[in-house]
């Protein structure tokens, strides 16, 4: 029976206590067991009272003693564990209702044979302590309610099993899956020993248990809600007087002693156990230790499961000698802390009175103070995310830069050195935009077309995306100039939102330019990277590297090999500046480079890229550019209104097609410019003015757009529609009935109005209509502004005479088509030979020779008695001799020539080909598939043959630049043969 009798601890908690007490309370109030006096006096000895501790306190099977005085000595410790009684009987009834021990029930609690399963999820009931749980299930609580009314409140308390399903290092399993868990399965998931738990209250889905004895499951009884059969457990007799269980439990108590000393979190367990201790012994000894220890609840079970006394006792003694060191490395954490903070507090005192002390005697801080101050205070914003190695360098430069004399060269160096260090972006990084529908967006109002590589893009920030962060890449976009390479980069940092950065690498020949100067040079400055990040501010920009296919090299060592450990993603996380010489972390940057030809960088250099070729426009890209893009930019930045000026599809074509032939556009802006600035000429000479309030504004953007127009200008743009007309002519009509409609009468209904103005001054007046006011740029009058046509139609002839074949070609400025020419020089017995001429390349020489011993043999099988190529001297001509010309695609066009003059039969109309041949008839691939198709097309060619190889090339081009065209694959000269001899009625089928 529990009664609670230390009238200095539960003194107001207790409405009466009993006149007369069992002889064993008085015993132990007359001092049998002095454990309790000890404990009571650990507490005693911190000066506070003992608080009331609801969530779990201890109980006895009897009521505790009187307090002894609190000066308890290590002596008496001895004596209290040779005065330890051995376990009490068995519960009595309790004599008050007052009393806050457990309400005693009837019949007593070892009668139960078969309880009420309860499951605990976190920690198990030690015999003698409260705990409260939560009961979800309906019938259990049910159950337990109408236990409580029959006098039957009790139940079996229950530790769970971990799940096996779930991982353990994720964390234990949440309250609503254990709580779903009924029958079998809830019977399967408990520990075979628990406890026998009084109920004492139940208020809402919360019960309150108080342990009272081990329990042992033997089998189930009933599912729903779960009751089992359970035996009562014992512990196993010892001997008291056994000097190892006695020196085991003085150290368990020595134990609990240090820890009170340093936890403070001890404190009100110690107090509740002096509170309602009673009968003390060695079994609740070691269930006290391990019921208020912080260990894991399988190291509690097994104290729980565990009925041999003594190893209960060192099972518990483990458990609080985990809990002194956990302690103690709290206290060093604790120490550590303070004593920093102290130190920071005493620093920041100090320098505030040195400030004042300083202000009140008027003294200014010395140069090197100041310039302390400035960089530490430049740094302090990324001073957490600046790594440890560059922390180290500064403080070491800002502790030499006080002992420097300021006149001195040493003192310069080392102020501009902590100038870099601490401008530099560390860790800095921009919030980037991984949206791909955003990015899409952006692409499509800069450039027009250009679909793989705005595919490429989107694939770079969808792979952002998914992991969350964007890994630096290193993308090389070539391509002839003016396709707009430079101004893609630029697109691509505002898609991503990036910072951006450019710099040429055109010419350069100065390994310093990339890796920086010694600090010890004079005039020393870091690298362009160094450069880039300082103007930037962030660590992850996108740096645009132009023209990196034209590096120089020199004196001062190999820029290109430079580059290689910038531009290698397994090295440029730890890229090295000579100047800065600390590592910087590059790896978050994007590289985007751009070359004209990518046979001109080096390979190792070129390896670690990733190429992505940008062949050139076809007329009716171009005229989407320049409708879109182009002459609305430039019509802003002069300064003139939509209402003033039209400029035709007619004109735009023929801008195009006599004047702007090369693969970009930046030709196209120049004549587009020229054209505006003659326009706005001739508004100003006729007294036109926009000086509005608005026009001043809309000036104003003109700049600002002139500005860009300067950086982009050439640069391929793109326009809304997408799909683009298949032909120059059905572009011209898909422009020409908007452009009527927005702009006004049409040119031949304005042409009947102008008056033209004979003097020669003012001879592109005779454009201006007096009726509408507006200037309109038709292809009759395009020439008095940009002058006569540079480029005349590249098909010379319309049918093409004997021993002519067109060729197509890939040049820097993208594709062209040229002709091979060949001619009859003298015939005779054993005057075979061949001349060439044309500034022809040593591939194109000996393609040549290929391609006359081909023919040879081809013509020979046809004509076997024809000895035409034995007897005659050929003149193989390549048109443009000025211009260099060599690469191996001209083989297939050679032979077709030779055999036309040697037949004397002229090549199928509007055919053009391309191909190198082997000695056995064989055809190889080529390259610059669109490029030569572009050519094809500005050419009105229809027919094309192309290697079979480049079939797939062929086909990933866009269906405008393909449609309308007859292209042959082939893999023998003798395909080619039967396509460019065909006859006129094979021609017709």
């Known amino acids: 029976m529990l009664k609670v009798l230390s009238s200095l601890h539960v003194r107001g908690r207790l409405h009466s206590l009993p006149g007369k007490r069992p002889a064993s309370i008085v015993n132990v109030g007359e001092g049998r067991s002095p454990l309790p006096r000890l404990l009571r006096s650990l507490t005693d000895q911190q000066g506070r009272s003992p608080v009331f501790w609801r969530k779990a306190f201890f109980c006895s099977k009897s009521g505790d003693g009187s307090e002894p005085p609190p000066d308890a000595k290590a002596a008496e410790e001895v004596d209290a564990i040779a005065s330890i009684d051995a376990e009490g009987g068995a519960f ?5 209702k007052a009393s806050s021990a457990i309400v005693s029930t009837n019949p007593r609690p070892e009668d139960y044979m078969s309880v009420v399963a309860l499951p605990l999820p976190h920690r198990p009931l030690f015999p003698g302590f409260y705990m409260p749980i939560y009961v979800k299930d309906s019938k259990l609580m049910d159950a337990l309610k109408e236990n409580q009314k029959r006098s039957v409140s009790y139940a079996g308390a229950f530790l769970l099993k971990a799940d096996p399903e779930i991982d353990s290092s994720s964390g234990s399993e949440s309250d609503k899956s254990v709580y779903d868990l009924k029958g079998k399965e809830l019977f399967k998931r408990l520990h075979e020993i628990g406890t026998l738990a009084q109920i004492t209250s139940i208020q809402g889905d919360q019960v309150v248990l108080i342990g009272y004895r081990r329990l042992r499951i033997t089998e189930m009884v009933d599912e729903d809600p779960l009751t089992v059969k359970v035996d009562h457990l014992k512990e196993n007799s010892y001997d008291k007087d056994d000097d190892v269980i006695r020196a085991t439990a003085f150290e368990v108590i020595s134990t609990l002693r240090d820890v009170l000393k340093t936890s403070s979190l001890w404190r009100d367990h110690i107090q509740s156990y002096t509170q309602h201790i009673g009968e003390f012994n060695y079994p609740r000894l070691a269930d006290f230790g391990a019921a208020i220890s912080g260990a894991n609840k399988l190291l509690c079970q097994q104290v729980l499961e565990e009925l041999d006394v003594y190893k209960r006792l060192k099972l518990t003694l483990e458990l609080l000698k985990k809990e002194m060191e956990i302690s103690k490395i709290q206290e060093s954490i604790a120490k550590a802390i303070e004593e920093k903070v102290s130190g920071e507090q005493r620093r920041y005192l100090l320098n505030e009175q040195l400030k004042a002390i300083k202000k009140e005697l008027g003294m200014e801080a010395d140069d090197k103070t ?40 040493e003192f310069n160096v080392t102020r501009n050195y902590l100038d870099w260090l601490t401008s530099m972006p560390w860790g800095n990084y921009s919030a980037e935009n991984f949206d791909v529908h955003h ?10 077309g250009l679909s793989d590589v705005k595919e490429r893009i989107l694939e770079f920030i969808a792979v952002g995306k998914l992991r969350g962060i964007s890994q630096g890449k290193i993308i090389c976009l070539s391509g002839p100039p003016g ?32 890796k920086g100067h010694r600090r010890t040079y004079i005039g020393a400055m870091p690298g362009k990277m160094v450069q880039c990040l300082k103007n930037v501010g962030t660590a992850n920009p996108l740096v645009l590297i132009d023209e990196i296919d034209k590096l120089g090299k020199g004196h001062a060592g190999d820029p290109a090999s430079a580059l290689l450990e910038l531009l290698d993603p397994e090295q440029n996380i730890n890229f090295l500046d000579h100047y800065l010489d600390v590592p910087i972390d590059l790896s978050k940057v994007l590289f985007v480079c751009t070359a004209n030809v990518i046979e001109m960088i080096p390979n190792p250099l070129l390896d670690r890229m990733e190429n992505i070729a940008l062949a050139g426009y076809i007329t009716d890209e171009k005229m989407h550019i320049a409708r879109d893009y182009l002459e609305k930019t430039t019509r802003e930045a002069c300064g003139i209104k939509l209402e003033q000026v039209e400029v035709t599809d007619a004109a735009l074509l023929s801008l195009i097609e006599n004047y702007c032939r090369e693969a970009g556009v930046r030709n196209l802006q120049k004549h587009i410019e020229k054209i505006y600035r003659k326009i706005a000429l001739q508004l100003v000479r006729r007294g036109v003015t926009n000086e509005d309030s608005s026009q001043k504004e809309d000036s104003q953007e003109s700049s600002n757009l002139s500005k860009v127009s300067s950086e982009i200008v050439g640069d391929s743009q793109i326009g809304k529609d997408t799909n683009a007309p298949t032909s120059s002519v059905e572009a011209l009509k898909s422009f020409t009935e908007p452009n009527q409609a927005e702009s006004g009468p049409s040119v031949t209904e304005n042409s009947s109005s102008q008056e033209v103005n004979q003097g020669t001054t003012d001879a592109n007046e005779s454009v201006i209509s007096k009726t509408s006011d507006k200037i309109i740029i038709d292809a009759s009058n395009l020439a008095d502004f940009v002058g006569k046509p540079v480029f005349h139609a590249e098909r010379i002839f319309d049918e093409t005479p004997v021993g ?55 013509f020979l099988e046809k004509e076997p008695e024809n000895n035409f190529f034995g007897n005659s001297k050929i003149h193989l001509h390549v048109p443009a001799g000025a211009t260099p010309k060599d690469g191996p695609s001209a083989g297939c066009t050679m032979i077709t020539s030779m055999l036309s003059l040697a037949m004397n039969k002229p090549v199928r109309k509007d055919l053009a080909m ?64 039967e396509i460019a001899f065909a006859s006129e009625h094979d021609d017709a089928k």
């Open 92 to 96: 009595e009834e309790a004599e008050s």
């Open 439 to 448: 990015a899409q967006k952006i692409l499509d109002e800069d450039h027009y």
């Open 483 to 514: 396709v707009g390479k430079t101004s893609i980069g630029r697109s691509i940092a505002r898609a991503l939102n990036r910072k951006f950065y450019r710099f040429s690498v055109g010419g350069l020949a100065d390994v310093a330019e990339i």
């Open 370 to 409: 100041a310039l302390t101050a400035k960089f530490r205070e430049r740094l302090e914003p990324n001073k957490d995310k600046c790594p440890q190695h560059v922390l180290q360098v500064i403080e070491e430069e800002l502790t030499k830069l006080q002992f420097l004399e300021a006149s001195s060269s």
């Open 804 to 858: 002519v074949v067109m060729g197509l070609a890939w040049t820097a400025l993208g594709g062209s088509t040229l002709y091979i020419e060949t001619t009859i020089v003298e015939q005779g017995d054993g005057k075979g030979a061949l001349h060439l001429t044309g500034q022809l390349g040593d591939v194109m020489k000996e393609s040549a020779q290929i391609a006359h011993t081909v023919a040879r043999a081809i």
């Open 914 to 977: 391309t191909g190198e041949v082997t000695l056995t008839g064989r055809i190889l691939p080529i390259g610059g598939v669109k490029e030569k198709t572009i050519a094809a097309r500005r050419s009105n060619v229809k027919t094309i043959i192309f290697p079979s190889a480049n079939r797939r090339d062929f086909d990933e081009l866009a269906d405008n630049v393909k449609e309308g065209l007859e292209v042959h694959f082939v893999d023998n000269y003798n395909q080619i043969y």
